[in-house]
């Protein structure tokens, strides 16, 4: 399937039955694209004195980080698309518009009950995930054996120099996770790095007619170097079983993790990757463990049509696809305790408000086979919510967007591709966003975070010589 955006087609097209925007925000229950689910990594690197490579970071994960909120009516249906605009003023280039495409849903906290789930953990326990980080891999996972009842199963394979199964699946009642708690417990680390039998085991676990969701939880450093070891075979693997309904989430650990990998396979339908702290453990098994095991919805791929003036950049930020024949979309979007979005520039800066096109969106509901088709208006309205923006989530993304395009001039200039002036430029560029949108957002402590984290990234810039993280291409 292929999925471009075509200019010029249309005029308007009407908004989808979720109805026009209002505003009504849908505070509890969020809809995020899979992917990466942070940019921890990176945040690391930077902390122990590195610059990242662009490697090492993706927008969806920095937008994951942060509620992006957009405004409508009620959503009564399983998912209800919405967009909102702001201008977008880079730090060098033209000016242009940015579109946030962002979800509704109807699921009501109230009352959702997460699908019983079929899971093997799957850890590794080769030489190089020796100490702390083998304790942040128990701590996770027993920290998730605290979510499981009675409804559901669950396994666990350790892979080092082989591959071993060490509980089988068996019903998480009181003796099957009192047996499942023990053999963590007792996990040490040993050999060489063989995942790919590793992952077969596990696949091998669950069970062929489970009654609700299946996944495979990896907690690993991505580093194998037995068995196989090139990425398009791990995604091979992954992508067959994906196709059987199973889904894949990949806890990344350490400071020498091999993101390349774990984000490629947090592409694949089902995937997502997200990267195992001591600080992070908390949110991911606690609150958000059910919303993290529930995918809503496949295959989402966007379609843009527009008048003749509204040309589309090259910039989208926050899709992440598997492979190159979607432009625009997502293979999985999972709930949230977040709103997420995806974002989009158009090479237009129109000087009174107007609707400049529509996507139109098609998924498939998880448990379905047909997809659904809708269509959302995609209008700038002067600046409603804070003078160039339209609503919360947008103004928002603009910010982040900044943020990420400093990643990427950092990552260049390492790579002397840019000089480290522009780099420092776009670094500067960003900290004023986001000081200027925390202030108006009445000192928003996640966008003060992010000012941290940019002020650490220019003292990097500003050194006398710049320290670089290797790409881990090598790895492999």
């Known amino acids: 399937m292929s999925v471009r955006f075509v200019v010029p087609v249309a005029a308007l097209l009407a908004l989808s ?277 529930t995918p809503v919805a496949y295959d989402l791929e966007v379609r843009m049509s527009g008048v003749e003036s509204a040309r589309l950049g090259d910039e989208m930020f926050g899709a992440p696809v598997d492979g190159d024949e979607v432009t625009f979309g997502a293979s999985t979007l999972f709930l949230s305790s977040r709103q997420g979005g995806m974002g989009a520039t158009f090479d237009l800066v129109p000087d009174a408000p107007m609707t400049f096109g529509a996507m139109s969106i098609s998924y498939v509901p998880v448990g379905e086979d047909t997809p659904v088709e809708q269509s959302v208006a995609v209008a700038w309205k002067g600046g409603a919510f804070e003078g160039e923006a339209d609503d919360e989530g947008v103004y928002k993304m603009d910010a982040l967007v900044y943020e990420y395009k400093a990643l990427v001039a950092a990552a260049e200039a390492c790579d002397g591709t840019i000089p480290v002036e522009d780099a420092r430029a776009a670094v500067a560029h960003a900290r004023g966003a986001l000081a200027e949108r925390g202030e108006l957002l009445g000192g928003d402590a996640a966008f003060a975070v992010e000012d941290e984290l940019m002020g650490a990234l220019d003292a990097l810039l500003a050194a006398e010589s710049l320290t670089c993280a290797p790409a881990d291409a090598y790895y492999y």
Do not use: W
Request: charged share 25%; with cysteine.
């Open 17 to 293: 039955a979720c109805g026009e925007l209002g505003m009504n925000y849908a505070a509890d229950v969020g809809i995020t694209p899979g992917g990466s689910q942070d940019i921890g990594f990176a945040r690391g690197l930077i902390a122990d004195g590195q610059i990242p490579d662009q490697e090492h970071f993706t927008a969806e994960g920095l937008f994951s980080e942060h509620d992006l909120p957009l405004s409508g009516d009620p959503c009564e249906a399983l998912l209800c698309p919405r967009t909102a605009a702001t201008i977008h003023r880079p730090a060098n280039g033209d000016d242009k518009v940015l579109v946030q495409l962002g979800f509704g849903t109807n699921v009501d906290p109230a009352t959702f009950v997460r699908d019983s789930q079929d899971l093997v953990f799957l850890v590794d326990t080769s030489g190089s995930m020796s100490g702390e980080k083998l304790e942040l891999a128990k701590d996770g996972m027993l920290s998730m054996l605290d979510q499981l009842g009675e409804r559901d199963r669950a396994a666990l394979v350790e892979f080092g120099s082989r591959a071993k199964l060490l509980e089988r699946a068996r019903d998480m009642d009181d003796g099957g996770k009192s047996r499942l708690r023990s053999a963590i417990e007792a996990l040490e680390t040993n050999g060489s790095t063989d995942m790919e039998s590793g992952m077969r085991k596990a696949y091998d676990q669950l069970e062929n007619d489970f009654d609700g969701g299946q996944r495979l939880m990896i907690f690993s450093d991505a580093q194998p170097n037995t068995g196989l070891t090139a990425e398009s075979d791990f995604v091979s693997l992954v992508r067959s079983k994906a196709e059987e309904g199973v889904g894949t989430t990949f806890f990344g650990i350490g400071n020498d993790l091999g993101t390349e990998l774990a984000d490629v396979i947090s592409k694949v339908r089902g995937g997502s990757f997200h990267t195992l702290t001591s600080d992070s453990g908390e949110r991911l098994f606690g609150d958000e463990f059910d919303y993290l095991v």
